[in-house]
């Protein structure tokens, strides 16, 4: 027997990684974005969560390529509809287009179980951040955006999304063509406490 805990790696690496994350305005991303086994890590890395019952409250859609001006098209179509002016219908269209990959995030919790949904929904938020950090750990700068078209039901239904799911985010993925900024952080000891 000993007395070593059965998990113990330290990664001096990751929390360096971690505490170098920043997010990069969508507009100033450009290409490379991830190749397909790069998003297929990133989307395998933002499904390692806690997730209580084992439940997997959340699934992706990925746009990339022309599917991101197809869903530019049905950005406008819906402004169209809701007679919104033209230059907002045309920065719609060309929404999708600012980064070369963005993952939808889809909150699908479940009522009616012994899981809370509020559990559930931070499982989903939880996705969103490990996507945002394998992204920045793959060499790519990353987005999480909630927007009007993340609430909009007619978006929500071209997107497939079924009754109850909802948008956790919208996760760009890109690289950054201008330098990321620091913004200011919190100041550590307003807002920790000791019980």
Not at 109 to 129: D, F, M, N, T
Not at 136 to 145: C, E, I, P, R, Y
Not at 158 to 164: D, Q, T
Request: with cysteine.
């Amino acid at each position: 027997m000993t007395d070593k805990p059965l998990f113990n790696h330290p990664a001096p690496a990751a929390l360096d990684l971690l505490l170098s994350r920043r997010s990069g305005s969508a507009k100033a991303m450009g290409n490379p974005g991830p190749s397909r086994q790069q998003l297929a890590d990133i989307l395998k890395a933002g499904a390692r969560v806690p997730d209580h019952g084992k439940l997997f409250p959340w699934r992706f859609v990925v746009f990339e390529g022309d599917a991101r001006g197809r869903f530019g098209d049905v950005l406008a179509q819906v402004l169209e509809a809701e007679d919104e002016r033209s230059k907002q219908i045309e920065d719609e269209r060309n929404r999708f287009l600012r980064a070369p990959a963005v993952i939808a995030v889809v909150s699908s919790a479940r009522e009616s179980i012994k899981i809370p949904v509020w559990e559930q929904e931070l499982s989903a938020g939880a996705v969103c951040q490990n996507i945002l950090i394998a992204a920045h750990a793959s060499g790519f700068v990353g987005n999480w955006l909630t927007e009007w078209y993340a609430y909009h039901p007619k978006v929500k239904e071209k997107i497939g999304l079924k009754p109850g799911e909802r948008i956790a985010g919208f996760i760009y993925i890109g690289t950054a063509t201008v330098e990321l900024e620091e913004r200011p952080r919190p100041e550590m000891d307003k807002i920790v406490s000791y019980f």
